[in-house]
């Protein structure tokens, strides 16, 4: 049977390509979206055009509750989910002296406190069954830092602790845990920036002088689902076109 592959925010950039590979791959894909999101039937219709059956929840990964229903409603209806690809995130940029709580607050949450809630329920049954693959997407600036980013760059620093800590308690499990740290890669998260910007001050940070693209992180996404990657966990995978390197 196809090993059921759960991507959270998968209607993005990133995570669209991520759910394409794993598709092709043969995993059974399951996606997630905001709640609020009102273009979520037209993306399924369109990935249904190119061939692709994924199916899609609505889940607030911010919020423990509905975390906790998406993912018991998605495992009744579609099975365990076998590979979790944390990657659901947002920015809220700003300097520290203009960051209010509302956006320290939203940041964390959708970023780390999503990881803990979509992995709680999830977790156990990997161990279980003996077999699991929980990747977690952070960011260049989780390991470096960036301006205007203290909430993002905390909250991308604090998965890749969770990673490492929990790759521990379940590897005897068969289970591993991984965090992929993506530079800058051309998604609307990453279009939104001013081209003057891109242009004067993110291009030139990067060796390979250009944006990575999303196809690019989900075959590293791929990699680390797959049973060849069974010796890999605790790992926070750099790929950055050069742009960090230690
Ligand atoms: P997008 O903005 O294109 O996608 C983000 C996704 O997260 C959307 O599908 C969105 O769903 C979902 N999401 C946001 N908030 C919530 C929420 N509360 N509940 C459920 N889903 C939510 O960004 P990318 O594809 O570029 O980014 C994907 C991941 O990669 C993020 O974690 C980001 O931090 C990380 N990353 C991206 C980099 C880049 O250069 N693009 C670089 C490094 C890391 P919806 O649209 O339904 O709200």
Redesign the pocket.
């Known amino acids: 049977m196809a090993r059921v592959a759960l991507v ?8 669209e390509a991520v759910c394409i590979k794993l598709a092709a791959l043969g995993y059974q894909v399951v996606t ?3 709640p ?2 009102t273009k ?1 039937e037209n993306w399924l219709a369109a990935m249904k055009e190119l061939g692709h059956n994924f199916h899609a929840y609505p ?4 919020d423990y509750d509905s975390a906790q229903e998406c993912v018991a409603k998605i495992e009744k209806e579609v099975g365990p989910i076998d590979v979790l690809v944390n ?5 809220r940029d700003m300097t520290f002296k203009k960051m209010d709580k509302t956006n320290w607050d939203a940041v964390m949450r ?2 780390l406190d ?1 990881v803990f809630n979509m992995t709680k329920p999830i977790c156990d049954g990997m161990v279980e069954r003996g077999w699991g693959r929980i990747i977690n ?5 989780g390991q470096k830092g960036a301006f205007g980013q203290t909430n ?1 760059s905390a909250a ?1 620093a604090g998965m890749h602790g969770f990673t490492k800590a929990l790759a521990l308690e379940v590897a005897r499990k068969a289970v591993t845990v991984n965090t992929i ?5 051309g ?4 279009t939104a920036i001013p081209q003057e910007v891109l242009d004067s001050k993110i291009i030139p940070q990067i060796p390979m002088a250009r944006l ?1 693209k ?1 196809e690019e992180v989900a075959g590293l996404v791929a990699y680390l689902a797959s049973d060849e990657a069974a010796f890999v966990t605790g790992a926070n995978i750099a790929i950055n076109g050069g742009q960090h390197m230690y």
């Open positions: 959270t925010g998968g209607m993005g950039g990133l995570g997630t979206y905001s609020g999101n979520a889940c607030d990964v911010a990657n659901a995130g947002i920015t959708t970023n999503s997407i952070s960011s260049v600036n993002y991308k740290s993506p530079g800058y890669i998604t609307k998260m990453v990575g999303p």
